[in-house]
């Protein structure tokens, strides 16, 4: 396909696609003269896979180079390489290991690690990412303890499991594999934490209505007391 046709099929539009190749993110296409490339389907897929990362992992354009090296580099396994998307996708997050809360929240995320079994790899932020938010609740007067985590690792792990996991064809080409995962990580993330939020919402209606008619019943009593008396 012309590059015409690669920007209709990819909703890219041409000047973006010819950065992309500049920047060698886009393989160059098939030259068929001095003036003219052809592109494929590979060209579509890297495309789609870019804009997931711009688009939707919003990732910078060092992110988006470690990820597409990645994909290119065929003697990385794919679970190395999504790892690498997987870490793209996390905040940075500066360790304090001179600070008490800071030390005492990595050694809560670490046991979690131990007693959950995952396998997560030495470089991977995520324990940094999960010992911050424990050290601001904590800060915040809301502390977290394994009994006040056990619902979320739970929920967590039968989302990831049970569903997410199985979205992604592992054996597929390695650009739509790192897109789904991309996609799908971002995206169903989203979708969760608006489903909390709604089940918050109605799950507070209903315990503020039973808090009202216990009191409205309290009132009554004591007003039918009172008569009686």
Known sequence: MRISELSAASQVPIP??????????????????????????????RLRLIRALADVGRLPLASIRKVVAAVEDEELDVHTMLGVAHHALSPDVEPH???DDWRAAREQVDALIRENGLNIAPDAPTPDELAQSIVLL??????TSPESLRPYIAAARELVIGFEVRQIDYAGPRDRTVERMVIGTVLYGKIFDVLRRMFQESASAEVAAEASSKASAEVSTETSGTITR
């Open 138 to 143: 904590a800060r915040l007067d809301m502390p």
């Open 97 to 99: 290991p001179e600070d």
């Open 16 to 45: 973006t696609i010819k950065y992309y190749l500049r920047e060698g993110l886009l393989p160059q296409g098939a030259q068929v003269s001095a003036t003219r490339a052809v592109y494929d389907e590979s060209h579509l897929r």
